[in-house]
């Protein structure tokens, strides 16, 4: 027996173990594993399922994750089928038992999509006219990519994935390392890279024909085809996590205002694909709950109202209009000059100048952004974001500056703007900045952050921290750290020292209440 089908029985038995299915669900035929033709003569490894009952039913199309197989979503897509959907899982090409070599959601991918819709439509019960894509990771990339190119997708759900692959590498001029790192060992491990994605994977790591590996990001980029998409319409559901250290979520609002589709954004603490890990395996999951709905909405013909419901839902419990709607306003906070005795500046204010904070290039300190899936991940289990005792920041290698502690509590609502004056500095160089909540014991738990790399030599600096849902509680201070360094990121930095000088702020996008 192949690795292949190991991993299928073991997730089979798992999934069976936990009772995914409703307790008065609907009979399916059981799995039948396939070989589906794609393109170019290539075998894509599949399986699927069906209800037992007569008569056409609508389909889901599930592309498996980066490094995963077509077994990944069997607790899933059985539970779909007791509710009276044909489900096809595939594994694309290039990973475990597919052939070929990996094409990141290239011009093949969406062929292949294509092809396994043909063979669902010739083979299976489905209803040609009520078929949607979806999948976590990889598979939501493909299955929104997909809509653009195959009219007959007609509801997508998208979880934990991307619409700008540019942006997920290159986040403000500045390469993500262990996001990267991690999706090439996996590639090197299950899968066959291929000359096209080894070649722009050592040009990304050695910072090199950075043109070419951007253009070839943009074609595997859903908001490079955001008209074909609103031309199509499908209805789109948009699943991601505030912590994603792959696939950032400041890429996705941008996106999520040009839909003119049926559409839902909502964002839940944790890291890439950790919200619908529970699901996977069967059990009682939110993310999963979301897709049942849109779904049976869209394709099953059942009126679940999550089409009148307000599409922006954060962290499973507020619900806004749109993205700006959760922002009531934008609070700035100025920069002032460290205090000689403890190197820490004010916060907030009326704007300071006259002063400069030197910190040495391409040095760390305690604060960052932790390790990639595990850090945040974690924090989506316990509830708590990353910590550090702010007291432990070396104020030799970094800047830091902490607010006044009001009397209320400061809502935290959208992506907060880091203005730095760094005249004087290299003509090009990293920094990373760390907003955090900080209590009266020194405590301070990450709220968001985000690098910056730049190469111009201007002397001033503009970027967007990750975008926020955070009540910073009273008593508490917002406190702003600014290194040069983080084991997430790669750093342009050369040596030297940047210097932070006055006129430097914060903007901080609040709601009010």
């Known amino acids: 027996m192949n690795l292949r089908r190991v991993a299928a029985l073991i997730a089979m038995v798992t999934a069976l173990a936990v009772g995914f299915a409703p307790p008065a669900a609907a ?3 059981g799995f039948t594993f396939v070989d589906i033709p794609g393109q170019d003569g290539v075998v894509l490894k ?17 592309p498996s994750s980066w490094g995963l197989n077509d077994a990944e979503y069997l607790a899933q897509a059985k539970a779909f089928a007791a509710g009276g959907y044909v489900v096809v899982s595939y594994t694309p090409r290039g990973w475990w038992g597919s052939g070929g070599d990996i094409d990141t959601a290239g011009p093949r991918d969406m062929a292949d999509l294509s092809r396994v819709i043909d063979w669902t439509i010739a083979n299976t019960p489905t209803d040609p006219a009520r078929i949607g894509a979806a999948g976590v990771s990889y598979g939501a990339g493909i299955s929104l990519l997909g ?9 997508v759900g998208m979880l934990s994935g991307w619409t700008d692959l540019v942006y997920s590498l290159y986040g403000d001029q500045t390469r993500h390392r262990q996001s990267a790192g991690f999706l090439q060992l996996a590639a090197q491990l299950l899968g066959h890279p291929g000359p096209d994605l ?11 024909n950075v043109d070419q590996v951007q253009a070839w990001a943009k074609v595997r980029s859903p908001a490079s085809y955001v008209d074909q998409i609103n031309t199509n319409n499908p209805a789109v559901l948009i699943e991601n996590a505030w912590g994603d250290s792959f696939f950032p979520p400041d890429q996705l609002p941008g996106f999520f205002g040009k839909l003119t589709t049926p559409k839902r954004l909502e964002l839940r603490p944790g890291d890439h694909a950790i919200a619908e890990l529970t699901g996977l395996i069967g059990l009682p999951n939110a993310v999963w709950i979301s897709l049942r709905r849109w779904m049976d909405q869209y394709l099953g013909g059942v009126e679940t109202g999550i089409g009148n419901e307000p599409p922006v839902r954060l962290n499973d419990a507020e619900s806004y209009a749109s993205w700006a709607a959760m922002t009531s306003g934008t609070v700035r906070y100025s920069l002032g000059a460290p205090r000689l005795l403890d190197q820490t500046g004010r916060l907030g204010g009326a704007a300071s100048t006259g002063w400069t904070k030197r910190i040495p290039a391409g040095l760390d300190t305690t604060a960052d952004g932790g390790i990639v899936l595990i850090t945040n991940g974690i924090a989506a289990f316990t509830g708590q974001p990353p910590q550090i005792w702010l007291p432990t920041v070396d104020r030799t290698r970094a800047g830091v500056w902490a607010s006044e502690r009001p009397g209320s509590r400061l809502s935290i609502r959208g992506i907060p703007h880091v203005h730095l004056n760094l005249a004087g500095s290299p003509p090009s160089g990293t920094v990373v900045a760390y907003l955090y909540d900080l209590d009266l014991l020194g405590n301070a738990r990450l709220i968001t952050h985000e690098p910056v790399t730049w190469n111009s030599g201007s002397g001033v600096v503009d970027f967007d921290l990750s975008a926020a849902a955070y009540d910073v509680p009273p008593g508490h201070s917002l406190t702003l750290v600014v290194d040069s360094a983080d084991p997430l990121y790669y750093d342009a930095n050369n040596g030297g020292t940047i210097t932070i000088g006055g006129g430097s702020y914060v903007d901080v996008p609040v709601q009010a209440g």
Do not use: C, E, M, Y
């Not at 809509?147 to 509801?155: H, K, L, M």
């Not at 080894?198 to 090199?208: E, I, Q, V, Y």
């Open 198 to 208: 080894s070649g722009k994977l050592a040009d990304f790591n050695a910072d090199r």
């Open 147 to 155: 809509s653009a190119f195959d009219t007959r997708i007609r509801a």
């Open 46 to 62: 599949a399986n699927w399922i069906a209800p037992a009952t007569a008569g056409k039913h609508p389909a889901v199309i599930f």
């Open 27 to 29: 009979a399916s035929t």
